[in-house]
């Protein structure tokens, strides 16, 4: 039964992140995984169940990135490791990241609520870690840190329309770092 669980929650990811939550039945899903509509009853009560595994599960992907980048290291340092955990997660997940940028706000009720609070305390953890940037003196004093943090985030979490299989994520991350935390005038027009 786990086995096809799993296999149902997969499909619908490619599907919610190919159609979208509502251009997708659970007629779709069953004709995908090779099964009647009616059996998918035993394995989940509604399609926001699976709408809600697949969106948690990008939840706790990116919490886990943020998590193995530890406390080591300057500010930026991790920022950077959370910029390259995240985009990790985009390239390898792709149908995951897509739902859980994309498709939660068809969420409901207490899961809605739940995810939202989730998603808040990802973003206080990116705004903490350009705080202490700002606290060491590893970026300007007069940062607004939750611009900045809006800014990585959105870089970060709209990343499933461009990234292309391949590509090397570190890399993209750190290009993206260096614009952030570097600037784009340059030393020529300081």
Same mark, same amino acid.
């Not at 939660?104 to 305390?121: Q, Y």
């Not at 953890?125 to 590893?138: K, M, P, S, T, W």
């Given at each position: 039964?786990?086995?096809?669980?799993?296999?149902? !929650?997969?499909?619908?990811?490619?599907?919610?992140?190919?159609?979208? $939550?509502?251009?997708t039945s659970?007629?779709?899903? +069953? @004709?995908?995984?090779?099964?009647?509509?009616?059996?998918?009853?035993?394995?989940? @009560?509604?399609?926001?169940?699976?709408?809600? @595994?697949?969106?948690?599960?990008?939840?706790?992907?990116?919490?886990?990135?943020?998590?193995?980048?530890?406390? *080591?290291? !300057? *500010?930026? %340092?991790?920022?950077?490791?959370?910029?390259?955990?995240?985009?990790?997660? #985009? +390239?390898?997940?792709?149908?995951?990241? !897509?739902?859980?940028?994309?498709?939660?706000?068809?969420?409901?009720?207490?899961?809605?609520?739940?995810?939202?609070? %989730?998603?808040?305390? $990802?973003?206080?953890?990116?705004?903490?870690?350009?705080? %202490?940037?700002? &606290?060491?003196? @590893?970026?300007? !004093? &007069?940062?607004?840190?939750?611009?900045?943090?809006?800014?990585?985030l959105s870089?970060?979490?709209?990343?499933?329309?461009?990234?292309?299989?391949?590509?090397?994520?570190?890399? #993209?991350?750190?290009?993206?770092? =260096? #614009?952030?935390? &570097?600037?784009?005038?340059?030393? =020529?027009?300081?």
């Amino acid at each position: 039964m786990a086995g096809r669980r799993q296999e149902l !929650t997969r499909t619908a990811a490619r599907l919610f992140a190919e159609r979208g $939550y509502h251009g997708t039945s659970l007629a779709d899903v +069953a @004709e995908a995984v090779g099964i009647q509509k009616a059996s998918i009853y035993h394995h989940i @009560e509604t399609k926001e169940d699976l709408l809600w @595994e697949v969106a948690w599960a990008g939840a706790q992907g990116f919490h886990a990135g943020l998590d193995a980048v530890g406390d *080591a290291g !300057t *500010a930026t %340092e991790r920022l950077r490791g959370v910029l390259r955990a995240h985009l990790g997660l #985009v +390239a390898e997940q792709l149908d995951v990241a !897509t739902v859980f940028t994309r498709e939660w706000r068809s969420l409901g009720g207490e899961r809605l609520e739940r995810f939202r609070a %989730e998603r808040r305390r $990802y973003e206080e953890r990116i705004r903490e870690l350009f705080r %202490e940037g700002v &606290d060491a003196g @590893e970026l300007r !004093t &007069d940062l607004d840190v939750s611009a900045a943090a809006l800014l990585f985030l959105s870089a970060a979490n709209w990343a499933y329309t461009w990234l292309r299989p391949g590509t090397d994520t570190d890399l #993209v991350a750190d290009q993206f770092c =260096a #614009v952030l935390f &570097d600037g784009m005038r340059g030393a =020529a027009a300081r």
